[in-house]
Nanobody, 127 residues
Framework: QVQLREFGGGLAQAGDSLRLSCLAS????????VGWFRQAPGKEREFIGG????????RYSDSLEGRFTLSRDNARSTVYLQINTLTFEDTAVYYC????????????????????WGQGTQVTVSS
């Protein structure tokens, strides 16, 4: 099994950029499709985006404005989430998750298809 841990959260100001990292251990992350989610207080967990095992394909939530970018470094077993132009509404706990589907170029967008989750990292944006 793979264990996931998120890094890079903290306090930021509106307009800042932030890069979160998802580090895998126990098994190489290049065996998994990976996604990022977030959950704000009182709200449901929200899909941000996902990246294929190859790293060549990414997909993002239609409801987000294009300020989020996923990338991965399989040699480092790490997937990154770049967030630009932070707003107060980005305040949430951010989670990475891993799953596996047969197609290495696929992106998983369904929560139930992710089998492994990190514990999350808090991002707080002050306005």
């Amino acid at each position: 099994q793979v264990q996931l841990r998120e890094f890079g959260g903290g306090l930021a100001q509106a307009g800042d950029s932030l890069r979160l990292s998802c580090l895998a251990s126990g098994r190489s992350l290049n065996s998994y499709n990976v996604g990022w989610f977030r959950q704000a207080p009182g709200k449901e967990r929200e899909f941000i985006g996902g990246i294929s095992r190859t790293g060549t394909i990414t997909r993002y939530s239609d409801s987000l404005e294009g300020r989020f970018t996923l990338s991965r470094d399989n040699a480092r077993s790490t997937v990154y989430l770049q967030i630009n132009t932070l707003t107060f509404e980005d305040t949430a706990v951010y989670y990475c998750a891993a799953g596996r589907v047969p197609d290495p170029s696929a992106v998983i967008t369904t929560v139930s298809d992710y089998n492994f989750w990190g514990q999350g990292t808090q991002v707080t944006v002050s306005s």
